[in-house]
Structure formats: C-alpha cells, structure tokens
C-alpha cells in the first residue's frame, strides 16, 4: 500500500492514499516508514497531491507523524494557494491533539489565518480555534478583537455559528466583553432567517449575557417562535433552550406556561418528557394546583411510560422545597391518595415515603392523614395488585406506620388492628409484613392502656376493650410466625409472647406498656447511619466469633463425599457415634429463633378458623363513608410549621466531607500557556526521513551525465566555501546555512542477481522496544518472480518472532518490485547484531537464489525525543563517557552526518552542537560536539559505555566515509 502511495502518478497515488485511510490506524508499524513520504507529498508542487497526503495523515496521524510532520504543515499556511492552506490548517487540530507541544510554536501562524484575504481560510481557522478553546477558553482571549470584527463584518452563517460559540466560551472569562456583544448578537437573532445561528445566539447569551435582560426577554420570545414551530427537532431545542433560561429569568419563562402545558399533548414523546421537565421550574404558590390538575387529567389517556413520568413529576413538583409551594396540605394528601388509585404504577413505594414524610413534617395535617390511611388499610384492592416491591402495595406500608405512630387521631382500633393482620397481608413484600405486625402491636398496647388491663369487661358492639383487641391478637398473629420474613417472624413471636404476658399478668403491666412506643420517631438524616462514630475500642474488621469449620448438615456431608478419592488409610467414623451427634444438633438447632429448617422437623399447629371482618362488621369513624375522602375548602393556615430539622448521631460532625469529590479531568491542552513567547527548545524544527521506494524506481537512477554535473556543483561549492572562511563568515561551528544537505535513503543494497535485486531498511517501534523490523524490497529485473522464499539464520540472541511469513504469497512482474516484511526480537542491543539469509526464487521456470546478510547497527534502536536544555544537562551528567577527534572538512554536512546517523536531534548549539537521542530500551544518549581545525572533538555520553563506544564507532565510520565523498 506504501509503495502505491509513492507512485509517481497521480491515479495510483490516490488509490494508494484512499486505501491508507480506511485500512490504517494510528497504530499500524508501517506508518514509520512512510514519515518522509507524507513530507514529498505535502510539499509536493501539485495541490491535489498535497491535499491527498493531509485528508490520508488527519486518519492515520500518530504521535511520531505529528512531531515530525508539523513544521512542514505549519509551513503550508503560507501557501499561495487557497486549496492548500485550507485543508493545512484544518489538520492541524489533529497535530495538536496528537503532539500538543507543537501547539505553541504554530500559534502565532495560526492566528494570521484569522486575517487571511480568502473567507474559506478564515473559516477553517476559526473552526479550529473553537474546538481548541472548549479545552482551555483562556488561551484565546487575546484574539476577542479579531473575533469580533469577523462577527460583526461576516455573512457566512455557519463560520458565525462557530464564532458565536467561542464568544459563549469567553465571555464568562471577561465579563466587558458581554457588553460589546450585545448589538451584534440583537442584530443577528433580529435579521437572521437561519435557525440554527438564532439557536447559538440564544445559548451563548445564556451564558455570558444573563445579566443583560432586554437580551434575555429577546431569546425567550425567539423561543416560543421554535416551540410553535411544526418541525419536531426545533420545538425539542426550543424547549431544551428555555430550561437554560428558566434558572436565569423564572418569572419572565412563566409567561409561556401555556405554551409548555400545550406540549404534553404532543405526539412526540421527547418533546413530551422535554416540557415536563420544564414545568418544574413553571411551578409557584399560584399555580402549582392548576399545573398539578394539568398532569393528572393526563394520567387515564397516556401510556405506561409517560404516565409513570407524569406521576414522578407530580411528586416532584410538589415536594421540592420541603413543600415551599404548597398552601393547602389536605389538597395534597388527596393527591397521593388519587395517585394509589393509578393502575400498574411502578411509584408505590415513592408515594409511600411522600405520604410518611408530609405527615411526619406537617404536624397539623397528622389528624386528616390518618383518616386517610385508615380507608387505605381497608382497600382490599392495594394487596391485589400488584403485591411486589415498589407496586402500589407499598403504599400500605406508610399507611400502617402512619396509623400506628399517630393513633392518637384514629378511632375504633381493634377493627384497625383486624385489618393489619388480614391473611391477605401474608402475601406482600416482608418488610410490609413486618411493618403491620409491629403497628398492630403498638395498637394494641394502646387500647389495653386504655381499658387498664380489664379483660374481663364485656365490649358493646364497634367498642375497643382489651378483651377484644387481645382476641384478634390471638387469632391473626400466628399466622405470621410462619412468615418466610425473618424479621416479621420475631416481631410476630415477640407479639404473641406479650400477648400472653399481658393475658397473664393483667392490668399491672399497663405502664411498661406504654413505655414501649412512648419515644417520638422524627425525621432522620439521609447520612445518618454514614456518621455514627465508631466508639473507641472497636475493630469492625475483626470477627464476632469463630465461624464453625464445617456446615455439619448431613446432608452436605453426604455430597462432600462425591466424586472424591477412597483411602484406605482413613479412619472410619463410627455409626452410632455419628447418629447420637446429630441427633444432638438437630435438638440445638429446634432451640435456635434463628435456624430456618425444614417443615419434617416442626410440629404443625393448627390454627382454629378466623372469621374475616368485612366493611359492615366495622364501625369507621364518623363522617366518613369508606372509598371517599372528605371534601371541602380548608385552606392551609398561616404559618403551618413544617419540620426541616433530622435527627443525627450522637457525635457526629455536620460536615459533607464523605460525600463524593469528583476532580476535574485532565485536559490536554491545560498547561499549554499560549500568552508566553515561544522558547528556543519549542521551535518546530523539520528532519528527513527516507522513503521507501528510493532506490526502485528507474526513474531516480542517474546516468554519467547527471553525475559529471554534481561533480562540477561540488567544486563551485568548495570554492564558495573556501571564499567564505577567508571573509570570516559562518557561525561558531563554520556551518553554512545557505547550504543544504540531501538527506540519505536508509534503504540498504542487500544483494543482486541478473534477474533481481534486494534491498532492505530496518525500522522499530517504542511500544515495542525488545522488537526489529526488516522490511526487504525485491524488484525483478526484466522477468517475472514467483515461489519466494526466505531462509533466515539467526544468532543465539536475535530470533524470528512467530508466526513468521518466509513465503511471500505474490509474484513480481518484470520492471516492478514489491516489499514483504519480517519482525525479529533480540536479547540485548548493546551489541552490533547481524543475521544471514537466503532468498530462493522462481525466474522463468528456473530456480535461483540469493546469499544476503543484514547488519543490524546499535543506531537502529535510537530515536530523536525533545529536551530541553536543562534536562539535557541534568540527565549527561551521571553518564558514562565515550571521546574521541575526528577529522571533518565540513562542519554542517558532518553534524548533518551524526544527526542522521545516529536518530539523535540538536537540542541547542552556541559554541558547541548538543545533541539528544534515546533507546527503544530507554539508554539516554547524549552528544558534545566541538568545532576544532579540521575536524570535530566528540563526546558521547550514554547509559551503557559498550552501547555508547559502538555509536561512537558508527560516527567515524559515516564521518570517514563523508569525507572520502
């Protein structure tokens, strides 16, 4: 695919780059080898080419293509063509993201753009600075000037969409710019006719100009425009805008509520659940009935889910603010009890708190709430349907406690005390269970309170006396002893020992009694039980008790014996031993409350038949008729105390220093300070690589001409050079910056045949630093290749990493070449390395083969990393050092040379070069070259000394081999 991307033609080309885009990743090996080739083609003469390598690198860019492509990108934003430029500043935003260092250094060409004559430019750049400033808005405050005079002076709808945008980031950042923005925003969302600006400008108002309310009322009235709207995604965003609004302007958007309660009829769902969202905030004294009656008429005709939502909200709106909206309690109450009667609604047990807490806090309500549970406990219909938890059964729960703790406002408590022990109530969830049994007790002792213990007193019909509560105690209460509930079970065992403690002992226990439910249960703290102070002393980590070594059931001893080896040396139990153990356990455990065995075990009681009461046998309170709720006008009196104190642990601090702190993420761009000047170490600075083709296509060979024609170049160029140093000028290293040096092809010459050649280049990669990759490229020479095979012979420490391709699966055609890849991992690389191979293939029929060995030099693994000039210095300092003088006729092509030889890059050159590299396998490799007559004096300093005097041995030889040129 690299080499269709290197194909001179145009046609071949672009397949080539199309296929990278869709098949590469940031991760694929072979982008390393094709660095060199993204910069021919994006400084290529043609723009189309150029606009192929940008669209292919914005896909495929990875941390190294990022570094090293940047300043050739940053340099096409002086292009003289429009195309160009456009797509260069573009795919900058993805060298940002990928390599964020460079963000600096290109700012200040960057921002020129801004200024650019052609507006297809100006809107790319500022494209990219908008999604640059949602990560960190400050950075571009200074450009709010040239900003603004796009704002004010463009027509292009959506470039002001993105201004406006980055306007709505940067205004909360300086409040004088809200101000400057008031005409223009006017202006647009007064003439504009695109809804999707007027939608931005509403949002960035609500942002940064929520203290200008002439704007204000101006977004809210565009507003209604979008909720009347027919088109569904523009009355969904009309209503999304208008919650925005609602916290900075609530009374001005209570204006539209009829135009909100319009949407719940809607028959979009979205906009449906949109505006119901938004009628929350609609809520006040005046309306909260209105709004409230609005929701319920809508409760019979809408389906499951939105109906489940409008009864949330109906909740919700009423209890936000410890009730601050509600005037009349009873009104409320009436509502909760309608809602009970909504059929399949999921909200049982969100009615059920609501309902305990308003009687809990609202003190003067207790007397009307009770009346209203009592009729609740009698509704055959709540254990119905429905007995699951969070069905509406669960409302049953907070009537019974409801009763129970405030039975001082009920009356006639044996029937109350029947019907939280009916044998329906054996169906419902265990906590509902254990709930009634535990309010039937607290009933019970009251009306024994009452009679002073007189059981002996014959009861007229609907009158409460002990007798006759002690007789429904006696009849219902076994039923729940039974109960798969553990804990209704305790509460119902310890009701039936009380009744008959209290049968027994008579009216003297009276007072203890009562002093069972005498203390107050009040509101508790959400975090409460989070607070409770350990007490001093106590390790909750350490066990109560020593848990028994085995189960000891017989039957788990029986199945521990499955599928498990005999030995013979093990000793035998004794039968009868074992038989009177267990008999022993089995007679614990009928003592242990605990225990939940089986029914062989227990002795069955037969309870005598119960007689169910039914409506007629029960005497109600006066004035109310069962099913209806009393009606009339009782408004809430002034200054209804409600309780907002909850009760906390003895102890505990008030702070909310357990809850939850979320830190803020990590944002990429958030120490990049763009208002400093840029550093000498920050400047983009461009390197070669080489490109897989050279050296393949005919094309690129020169003939004797070419060659005499370079040699006439090289000597112009020594006499220049030598014209110069006469003069005295040149920089403190004798470079010329006036000359440029070709980079050379790290492709390697192998071996040839009359019918092929082989090359190689080697490449590796930091994720994996322990691995090599020997990219060969084979080109057949006037005949067609086929059957190839590789015959690889490693040393002892380098080996084919598997699963290893030899045979590559295409045939070469005559004039072409086409490249296969092998990876090999090695021990160490301290070392120079080198592996043999043979290469056996098929010309015209006729096999042959190639002998090649493939050097592997310690520069393979050392690659250019940025540092700074201090860290440089810091980290030369503890390592081994390697010198030497070498004889160099010309200073910039010899530092070029140990450049390009050993991957390392110029970190700062005054009177010395300093240069920087470092390992696959993490060996620093620190450069010290000086200017001296003739020739360099170097000194490497690296981690290993073996590794850094074989580095040094490559420079001599690339510097000897320089200087024989």
């Known amino acids: 695919m690299i080499e269709v991307m290197s194909q001179p033609s145009f046609t071949a080309k672009r397949v080539g780059y199309l296929a990278a885009s869709q098949s590469f990743t940031d991760e694929t090996d072979v982008l390393m080898l094709a660095t060199n080739l993204f910069k021919k083609d994006i400084g290529s003469s043609s723009p189309y080419e150029s606009g192929l390598a940008i669209n292919c690198l914005s896909n495929v860019c990875n941390t190294d293509l990022a570094r090293d ?7 096409l934003l002086s292009s003289s063509r429009v195309y160009v430029r456009k797509k260069a ?66 027509s292009n709808n959506w470039m002001l969409i993105k201004l406006v945008k980055l306007f709505g980031s940067l205004t909360p950042l300086e409040p004088r710019l809200a101000k400057k923005l008031v005409e223009p925003l006017t202006n ?58 609602m916290k900075i302007a609530p009374k001005a958007v209570q204006e539209h509520k009829d135009t909100v309660l319009t949407c719940l009829d809607d028959e979009d769902v979205t906009i449906r659940l949109r505006a119901l969202d938004l009628i929350i905030g609609m809520v006040n004294k005046k309306t909260l009935m209105d709004i409230v009656k609005s929701l319920m008429d809508r409760l019979d005709t809408s389906d499951e889910k939105y109906r489940e939502e409008l009864i949330n909200k109906v909740i919700t709106i009423c209890a936000q603010g410890n009730y601050q909206f509600i005037v009349d309690f009873e009104w409320y109450i009436n509502v909760l009890v309608e809602l009970t009667h909504v059929q399949g609604t999921r909200h049982g047990k969100r009615i059920s708190d609501q309902l305990l807490d308003v009687c809990i806090r609202v003190k003067i309500i207790r007397e009307f709430g009770v009346a209203n549970m009592v009729h609740l406990l009698h509704d055959t219909r709540l254990t119905a349907e429905n007995p699951t938890e969070n069905g ?55 009306v024994v309170a009452k009679g002073n213990g007189d059981f002996s007193r014959t009861a007229a019909p609907g009158e409460d006396t002990p007798a006759v509560a002690l007789q429904v105690m006696k009849d219902r209460l076994p039923l729940f002893t039974r109960s798969s509930d553990l804990e209704t079970q305790e509460r119902a065992c310890f009701g039936l020992q009380l009744v008959e403690l209290v049968e027994s002992v008579g009216g003297s226990i009276v007072n203890e009694l009562v002093a069972l439910f005498s203390e107050p249960l009040n509101p508790v703290a959400e975090k409460a039980q989070r607070k409770v102070p350990v007490p001093a002393g106590l390790d909750l980590t350490q066990q109560i008790h020593t848990p028994p070594s085995s189960d ?43 225990y939940l065995g089986g029914s062989d075990d227990d002795d069955d009681e037969q309870y005598p038949p119960v007689e169910i009461l039914t409506g007629d046998m029960i005497d109600l309170q006066p004035g109310f008729v069962k099913g209806t709720v009393p009606t009339g006008k009782k408004k809430r009196p002034q200054n209804v105390q409600i309780i907002t104190t909850e009760e906390m642990p003895e102890g505990a601090t008030g702070s909310d220093s357990d809850d939850e702190q979320h830190a803020p993420g990590d ?78 092809s790290s492709i390697v010459l192998a071996g040839e045949t009359k019918n092929m050649k082989l090359a190689y280049e080697l490449g590796v990669n930091p994720s994996q630093p322990d691995k090599v990759m020997a990219l060969f490229h084979i080109r057949a020479v006037s005949v067609t290749l086929s059957n190839l095979e590789f015959n690889i012979s490693c040393p002892l420490n380098l080996k084919l990493v598997p699963p290893a391709e030899l045979r590559p699966e295409f045939t070469i055609a005559p004039n072409t070449h086409n490249s296969h890849r092998l990876l090999l991992q090695f021990q160490s690389m301290v070392q120079v390395q080198k592996f043999k191979g043979k290469l056996s293939y098929s010309a015209n029929g006729v096999t042959e083969g190639l002998d090649f060995q493939v050097p592997l030099p310690c520069s393979t693994f050392v690659q250019s990393v940025p540092i700074s000039t201090d860290d440089f210095m ?60 003739g020739g360099f004096a ?20 690339a510097l000897k081999k320089l200087n024989a040129q």
């Open 69 to 75: 492509l940047a300043p050739d990108l940053v340099a």
């Open 874 to 933: 810091k980290v030369s300092a503890n390592l081994s050092s390697n010198t030497s003088k070498i004889r160099c006729s010309d200073a910039r092509a010899g530092l070029a040379c140990i450049s390009e030889t050993l991957h390392v890059q110029v970190v700062e050159i005054t009177d010395l070069a300093m240069l920087y590299g470092r390992s696959t396998q993490n060996h620093h490799v620190c450069l010290f070259v000086k200017n001296q007559k």
């Open 667 to 744: 944002d990429l761009f958030s120490g990049i300070d763009l208002n400093s000047a840029v550093r000498p170490d920050e400047e983009l600075t461009t390197k070669s690589y080489p490109t897989p083709s050279v050296g393949f296509d005919p094309s690129q060979q020169t003939s004797a001409p070419d060659d005499r024609e370079e040699r006439r170049r090289r000597r112009k160029r020594k006499k220049e050079k030598r014209r110069k140093e006469a003069q005295g000028e040149g920089d403190l290293l004798g470079i010329d910056e006036t000359k440029k040096q070709t980079p050379p």
């Open 552 to 594: 000891d059931e017989s039957d788990l001893e029986d199945m521990a014996t499955w599928d498990q080896p005999t030995y013979d040396m093990a000793p035998k139990e004794d039968p009868q031993a074992r038989e009177a153990d267990r008999k022993k356990r089995k007679q614990r455990r009928k003592q242990d409350p605990f």
């Open 188 to 245: 647009i969302m007064n003439s504009t006719s695109a809804m999707s600006l007027l939608y931005e400008c509403i949002l960035t108002c609500t942002i940064g100009l929520t203290a200008h309310g002439s704007v204000i009322r101006l977004c809210i009235s565009k507003l209604r425009l979008f909720i009347e709207d027919q088109d569904q995604n523009l009355k969904y965003l009309g209503l999304l805008a208008l919650h925005k609004l």
């Open 392 to 446: 509406i059964c669960e409302v049953l729960y907070a009537a019974s406690w409801i009763v129970g703790e405030f039975n001082e406002f009920a009356s006639n408590h044996c029937a109350i005390i029947d019907s939280l022990l009916q044998p329906r109530i054996s169906v419902l969830p265990g906590h509902i269970q254990a709930v009634n049994v535990q309010n039937a007790i607290k009933l019970f002792t009251v």
């Open 89 to 154: 500043v573009l795919v900058l935003y993805k060298i940002f993201l990928r390599f964020p260092q460079a963000l600096r250094p290109a700012f200040p060409r960057l921002k020129e753009k801004l200024e650019d004559p052609d507006m297809g430019v100006v809107c790319a750049a500022t494209n990219v600075i908008c999604e640059l400033a949602r990560k960190n808005p400050k950075n571009y405050l200074s450009l709010a000037p040239i900003l603004f005079k796009i704002l004010t002076s463009s």
């Open 938 to 957: 170097i000194e490497l300093k690296c981690t290993d000394p073996t590794f850094g005097s074989n580095l040094l041995t490559e420079i001599k030889a």
